[in-house]
């Protein structure tokens, strides 16, 4: 499942980001609420495997692209 293009494409540009992007803000809302080491956490770690999570799966669909063969 995680081998086909199409998941990797919505993990990758949609699904990923999304979550880096609501993390980051729940971050720093915890960090603006006086939450500071959570809140520091949660910017620092969460919301960067997120973000690195997006760029191995845009990477694993370009794989997947070559490894392929054409489908039409």
């Known amino acids: 499942m995680l081998r086909k293009p199409e998941t990797l494409f ?3 540009y949609m699904l990923l980001p999304l979550l880096a992007l609501l993390s980051a803000i729940v971050g720093l809302t915890m960090i603006l609420g006086g939450n ?3 809140g520091i956490i ?6 960067q495997v997120f973000a690195f999570g997006a760029f191995f799966a845009l990477r694993a669909r370009k ?3 070559f490894e392929e063969p054409d489908r039409q």
């Open 10 to 12: 919505v993990l990758g």
């Open 36 to 38: 500071k080491i959570a």
């Open 42 to 47: 949660v910017l620092v770690v969460v919301t």
């Open 63 to 65: 794989n997947a692209l």
